[in-house]
């Protein structure tokens, strides 16, 4: 069973959030909208992919957006 804490994001993956560009974020929502605007009920691996996009793809292009800069 998960805990609060595992449903919170972690400080990594908020400060990724926040480092975002507008139009880096309006891409992960629409990825994100891609992957669940045709599923009536979500399913365990539909949330998961979900997951992964927050938890490890946004940080990526977050540390490469600051990179670049």
Not at 18 to 46: G, M, Q, V
Not at 48 to 67: F, T
């Amino acid at each position: 069973m998960e805990t609060n804490e595992e449903k919170i994001p972690n400080d990594n993956t908020m400060e990724s959030i926040k480092n975002l560009t507008e139009k880096d974020a309006k891409t992960f929502l629409n990825l994100i909208y891609a992957l669940l605007k045709d599923n009536k009920s979500p399913s365990e691996h539909l949330i998961s992919n979900v997951l992964s996009i927050i938890e490890k793809q946004l940080p990526r292009v977050a540390k490469a957006r600051q990179n670049k800069n």
